[in-house]
C-alpha cells in the first residue's frame, strides 16, 4: 500500500523513533519495487547502486532535507547533487515518490523524449540541481554551492551522493581540498561504499584505504555508518550538522544490489538491468524481505 507522503518537507528532528524509521523502511521497500519495474521495462540500465542506496535517498527525501515538490526551485531548499548520475533511477523512483512528477513517469526511464534520462538532466526535471555524467564532477559542483550559501548566509545546505569508485578522479580531490580549506560546514559528502564498479571491485581497480584517514588529512571530518540502515545513517547526519567547523564526509557502506540475492556483491550488476520475466518477478519477491532478513512486522 502506497503511503500519503507528498507535500513540503521541513527540517525535522534527526532522531528517528520506531514508528518513523518504520515508515521510511517501508518507502524504501516501494522505492526498490519501483526501481526493478522501471529497469525492466527501460531494457538497459544500473541495478546495484540503486538497489544500494535506496535507504539513504528515502531519509534524504523524507527525513533529513528541507525541500518542497511544489516549489522545486524554493530558495530555501537543501542542495542534493548527485556526482555518480548512473545510479539515477534511485533518485527519481524517490523524488516521484515525494511528489515531484508522477508515478506513472517513472516508467519513461530512458527512453525518446523523457524528462527521466541515464543521467538527470537540470534543464528538463524540476527538483534536479545538476546535470551530472562525467564522475567526479559533482563534488566541485557540491563545494561551490555550499561557499556560495556560506558567502550569503543561507540558511540551506549540501548534500553531496558520491560513488568510491570516482574517488579515482583527481577532480575529487581538488574539491575536497577547496572545501576543507574553506570550512564548508554546510557540506555533506555522502559516499556510497559499496567497494564495487563497473569492471570489477574499487580493490582490485584503484585500492582506496586507509580512505577515512585520507579524507582527514584534507581537514574533513568523517563519519562511518551503515548505509543500508535508516537509522544509522540519520544518526550520522546528526554528527555531521553539529560540526561547525569543516566539511563530513560520510562513508556509508552499502551492500551493491542489497534485497535481491543474486546482485548482492556482485559487481557484474553494476551496469546491466533486470531480464523481464522470471527473472525480475523473483526479485521482486525476495525484495519484500530482504531475503528473509526482514521480520513480518515491516511487511
Known amino acids: ?6 507535500g513540503p518537507k521541513v527540517r ?19 522505492v ?18 540503486p538497489l544500494g542506496m535506496a535507504d539513504i535517498f528515502t531519509a534524504l527525501y523524507f527525513h533529513v532535507m528541507k525541500h518542497d515538490p511544489k516549489r522545486p526551485d524554493w530558495s530555501d531548499r537543501d542542495r542534493l547533487i548527485l556526482s555518480n548520475g548512473h545510479i539515477c533511477p534511485v533518485r527519481y523512483a524517490t523524488m516521484a515518490r515525494a511528489g515531484y512528477f508522477p ?38 559542483q557540491a563545494a561551490g554551492l555550499a561557499y556560495a550559501g556560506l558567502m550569503e548566509h543561507a540558511p540551506w545546505r549540501v548534500y553531496c551522493v558520491m560513488s568510491d569508485g570516482e574517488l579515482e578522479a583527481g577532480q575529487t580531490w581538488e574539491a575536497l581540498l577547496f572545501a ?12 556510497d561504499r559499496n567497494n564495487i564498479q563497473i569492471d570489477g571491485t574499487t580493490d582490485e581497480v584503484m585500492p582506496l584505504e586507509p580512505l577515512a584517514a585520507k579524507f582527514e588529512a584534507f581537514n574533513l571530518n568523517v563519519e562511518t555508518c551503515a548505509g ?8 550520522a547526519v546528526a554528527r555531521a550538522q553539529s560540526v561547525t567547523e569543516k566539511p563530513t564526509v560520510i562513508l556509508a557502506e552499502t551492500i551493491p544490489g542489497y534485497g ?20 525480475s518477478r523473483q526479485m521482486l519477491a525476495e525484495l519484500r524481505t530482504l531475503g528473509g532478513r526482514i521480520t513480518s512486522e515491516h511487511q
Open 32 to 49: 526498490r519495487e519501483d526501481i526493478i519495474d522501471m529497469l525492466v521495462e527501460a531494457g538497459s540500465g544500473h541495478s546495484a547502486g
Open 260 to 279: 535481491v540475492d543474486a546482485m548482492e556483491y556482485d559487481f557484474e550488476w553494476h551496469g546491466k538491468p533486470p531480464a523481464p520475466g522470471p527473472e
Open 103 to 140: 508515478l506513472s513517469e517513472l516508467m519513461t526511464l530512458r527512453k525518446l523524449g523523457s524528462r527521466l534520462q541515464g543521467h538527470p538532466e537540470r534543464v528538463k526535471l524540476p527538483g534536479a540541481e545538476t546535470t551530472s555524467g562525467p564522475l567526479g564532477s559533482g563534488s566541485s
Open 228 to 235: 543500508n540502515d535508516i537509522r544509522d545513517f540519520v544518526a
Open 12 to 30: 525535522m528532528p534527526l532522531h528517528l523513533h520506531d514508528k518513523e524509521a518504520m515508515r521510511l523502511e517501508e518507502l524504501a521497500f516501494q
Open 1 to 6: 500500500m502506497a503511503l500519503d507522503i507528498r
Open 180 to 191: 576543507g580549506r574553506n570550512k564548508l560546514h554546510n557540506c555533506t559528502f555522502i559516499v
